[in-house]
């Protein structure tokens, strides 16, 4: 886990990117199974990938500190 957050500022911007696509895909997805009673994959998805990367960030700011101390 020690290089899990090994990444650069543009390649997090990347992942931030790539996930507020993925996320509003997501979301449209969802909308066309909005008849639906069933929780969705794209429902899911739309939740998942912005509190992952929120998540993710968190650890990522961390491992920057922590490298800025030693």
């Not at 899911?44 to 929120?54: E, H, K, R």
């Amino acid at each position: 886990m020690k290089h899990l957050y090994n990444i650069s500022k543009v390649q997090l911007i990347t992942l931030w990117v790539f996930g507020a696509i993925a996320t509003f895909w997501s979301l449209e997805k969802a909308s066309y199974a909005h008849y639906s009673a069933d929780f969705t994959v794209a429902e899911f998805m739309a939740w998942f990938i912005p509190l992952a990367l929120f998540f993710y960030t968190l650890g990522w700011r961390d491992r920057q500190k922590r490298n800025k101390k030693s």
